[in-house]
């Protein structure tokens, strides 16, 4: 088969401009961007959407006209290679259709890299490109009890999750963070009445622990795993342990599990995304 014809449909570049800023805690911002091409946003059903973040050298800024947006396909296929753009994947907190508005969630790590840094001083005004979306997992509305879990990078993900859930849902949420100081607001979210949101601390756990696993562990599971379904994301070596935790002494089924490291400590993206195809970046 010719290469062309099996590429696979490029996502539309999404035109955003930054209308609100909003500190969650001290390690989390929520920016929320109006989407100014509306009409080429194109929805997709799970909840877990995701987005490319698209980061212009200056070289390609500078050539853009004044009020314009680069295109991001014509410059990824036509920029020098010190020019290219940079792309981070960010999950969305939540998709407003009515107001035309995406919220991003982003996890503060530091002044170095692309898209923590722009998210610490986004301001109303500011422009920014984006590509997509894109998600695949769906929660199951007939479950017999559900599982979320994740950290930081995870969390706009596992809170979409919930409020995806039907009312009548039973399960746990499992959010980690670095300590109490670091938990969310969770007023505007829509947790069914069974649902419990349980947060845990990194700064409590022990010497060669995983928070996020351990709360995993003394979870309250259901004597009969028939029907259960777990979603649980976050730091790659943490996913690792989480893995034995669900699939060898749970005995789940992969089918029940969606289980991806977002991120891996001591990585940058492009390193963590190239190191994906390797043994090391594998979690199941």
Not at 173 to 201: F, K, M, S, T
Not at 216 to 226: G, K, R
Not at 229 to 252: S, Y
Not at 267 to 281: H, I
Request: proline share 7%.
């Amino acid at each position: 088969m010719d290469k062309s014809t099996a590429r696979k449909p490029r996502k539309p570049q999404l035109n955003l401009e930054v209308v609100e800023r909003k500190e969650l805690s001290p390690g989390m911002v929520r920016v929320v961007c109006s989407i100014l091409n509306h009409e080429d946003y194109q929805d997709i059903t799970p909840p877990e959407k995701y987005v490319k973040l698209v980061f212009f050298s200056d070289a390609t800024l500078a050539e853009t006209p004044a009020g314009e947006f680069p295109d991001y396909w014509s410059v990824r296929e036509s920029a020098a290679p010190e020019d290219l753009p940079v792309t981070r994947h960010m999950t969305l907190r939540r998709y407003d259709a009515a107001a035309g508005t995406l919220w991003i969630d982003v996890a503060l790590h530091g002044i170095e890299g692309h898209a923590g840094p722009w998210a610490a001083t986004a301001k109303p005004g500011d422009r920014l490109v984006a590509v997509g979306p894109g998600g695949k997992w769906e929660p199951d509305p007939n479950a017999s009890w559900t599982l979320l879990a994740g950290d930081e990078a995870a969390i706009p993900a596992v809170l979409a999750n919930v409020e995806a859930l039907p009312e009548t849902a039973r399960g746990l949420a499992i959010l980690e963070v670095q300590g109490p100081a670091h938990q969310h607001d969770l007023d505007d979210v829509a947790v069914p009445e069974n649902v419990e949101i349980r947060w845990v601390y990194r700064s409590s756990q022990q010497p060669g622990e995983r928070a996020l696993v351990v709360a995993i562990a003394q979870a309250e599971w259901p004597s009969d795993l028939t029907g259960v379904q777990a979603f649980v994301h976050g730091e790659r070596e943490a996913m690792k342990e989480a893995r034995k935790e669900l699939f060898d002494r749970r005995n789940l089924d992969r089918s029940q599990v969606s289980l991806s490291g977002y991120w891996a400590a001591g990585r940058n993206e492009d390193l963590f995304q190239a190191e994906k195809k390797l043994p090391v970046g594998k979690i199941l």
